[in-house]
C-alpha cells in the first residue's frame, strides 16, 4: 500500500520540481522589457571608452580623443518578452537572443546583423557586437541599463530612447 501511494506522489512532485526550476530559468526584470535603450556609453575590448551624445560621438583614449558627426540614433538595443533582442548600429541592424538564467545574470546570443558596407563604423560596430557577447550581468535602475563582463566592469551603459 505505501509503494502505491509513493508513485501516485511521485509524478505530482517532479511536475511541482520541473515547474519551479523553470520560472527561475527566465527571471526577467520587468523593466528591461519592450523599452527601446540608447547606448550612451561602451568600453571597446582594447580599453577605448565610445561615449554617443545625441549626434556626437567621441572615442577617448587616454593619449588622445577622436570626435565624429553622426545623423541618427547610434546603437539601440531592444529586448523583448520571448528572449529576443534586436537594435541598430551606425549602419546595420541586428538581432539575436537572450537567456536569463537567475536574475541580473545575462548571456546575449547574437544571430544575425545586416552588411550594409560600413568602413568608417566597423570598429565602432565590431566593438558593440563584441561587447554583446561577452555580457554575463545586468542592472537596471529608474531609466538606465548597464551590461557587465564577466569581471563585473560595465561593458555598455544605456538610457531610455
Not at 39 to 53: E, F, H, M, N
Not at 109 to 135: D, K, P
Request: a negative charge; one cysteine or more.
Amino acid at each position: 500500500m505505501r509503494l502505491i501511494k509513493y508513485l501516485y506522489l511521485s509524478p505530482i512532485l517532479l511536475i511541482t520540481l520541473a515547474a519551479c526550476s523553470h520560472s527561475d530559468d527566465q527571471a526577467v526584470d520587468e523593466n528591461l522589457l519592450d523599452v527601446v535603450w540608447r547606448a550612451d556609453s561602451l568600453r571597446t575590448p582594447d580599453g577605448k571608452i565610445v561615449v554617443v551624445s545625441d549626434s556626437l560621438v567621441m572615442i577617448m583614449q587616454f593619449d588622445d580623443t577622436t570626435l565624429v558627426s553622426i545623423r541618427r540614433p547610434f546603437m539601440t538595443a531592444k529586448f523583448s518578452g520571448d528572449m529576443e533582442i534586436a537594435g541598430h548600429l551606425a549602419c546595420n541592424d541586428y538581432f539575436g537572443t537572450y537567456k536569463i538564467p537567475k536574475k541580473t545574470t545575462i548571456t546575449i546570443n547574437m544571430l544575425n546583423w545586416t552588411e550594409v558596407a560600413c568602413t568608417n563604423w566597423e570598429f565602432i560596430e565590431n566593438s558593440f557586437h563584441h561587447a554583446l557577447e561577452y555580457v554575463t550581468a545586468y542592472e537596471v535602475a529608474e531609466n538606465r541599463l548597464t551590461l557587465y563582463d564577466e569581471d563585473h566592469q560595465y561593458v555598455l551603459n544605456f538610457s531610455v530612447e
